[in-house]
């Protein structure tokens, strides 16, 4: 039995992944260096989705890191918001993810 096995009707209040658990898994989704050269600006993690923003030098690395984080099995989809090219010409991005495994459910 994991946590909370055993109460009634086999639900379990507590949630499936705490937000460590899913910044572990994301970090370990992330491409190697040698794929893609990616500077994460920002990550909030809450009960429903995470947001990832942050750069990468081409929008080929955007790909390779939402392919990677499609893996992850808490994650519905990943939304990719629009990208920006910055004046030295990396690309701004900005990632929303529905998780499955935050809520008590």
């Given amino acids: 039995n994991g946590p909370g096995g055993g109460a009634a009707g086999g639900f379990s209040p507590l949630p499936k992944a705490s937000a460590y658990d899913i910044l572990l898994e994301i ?19 809450d009960d429903q989705k995470v947001d990832i923003s942050g750069t990468t030098k081409t929008a080929e690395g955007i790909d390779n890191l939402v392919a990677e984080l499609k893996k992850i099995e ?32």
Avoid: E, W, Y
Avoid at 27 to 45: L, Y
Avoid at 76 to 104: E, H, S
């Fill in 27 to 45: 970090s370990g989704h992330v491409p190697p260096k040698d794929k893609i050269t990616i500077d994460i600006d920002q990550i909030q993690i």
């Fill in 74 to 105: 808490c994650f519905k989809d990943v939304n990719r918001g629009p990208t920006d090219t910055q004046a030295d010409g990396t690309k701004k991005f900005k990632l929303t993810i529905p998780t499955t495994c935050m809520g008590g459910n």
